[in-house]
């Protein structure tokens, strides 16, 4: 997918009137930003709009998560078992204490 992001009012204008025009090319539309198909399609509307805007609108290239090939198992077992914990309020660098799991700090340094 397509990542287009706007930082004036008058891309964000540009943005809403393509996403509005091209309904079957948009993936998704928040705002300021909008995922378009990776098609030529999606790619000449990104680049119309960066052309038009220059510095105001930012196209990146995207492939959504897969989170069983992307993701370690441990992370997953993480999350899962955070959002499972007995009391909603602990934070999760107190959850992971005395456990497996990772710490917060190793969430951080590590990459996908």
């Known amino acids: 997918m ?3 992001v706007t930082y004036s009012r008058a891309a964000r204008t540009s943005l809403r009137n393509v996403c509005r025009t091209h309904e079957e090319t948009v993936v998704r539309r928040f705002g300021r930003a909008a995922l378009l198909d ?3 399609h999606g790619a000449f509307l990104a680049l119309r709009l960066a052309e038009k805007h220059d510095a105001d609108v930012h196209v ?3 492939r959504p ?3 069983f090939a992307d993701v370690p198992d441990e992370i997953r077992a993480a999350a ?3 959002e499972s914990r007995d009391s909603p309020s602990t934070p999760y660098h107190a959850f992971v204490r005395d456990t497996d799991y990772p710490s917060p700090s190793t969430l951080r340094e590590r990459q996908l």
Request: charged share 25%.
């Open 2 to 4: 397509l990542l287009v």
């Open 38 to 40: 990776d098609t030529h």
């Open 60 to 62: 990146e290239l995207t």
């Open 65 to 67: 998560l897969n989170e």
């Open 80 to 82: 899962r078992a955070y």
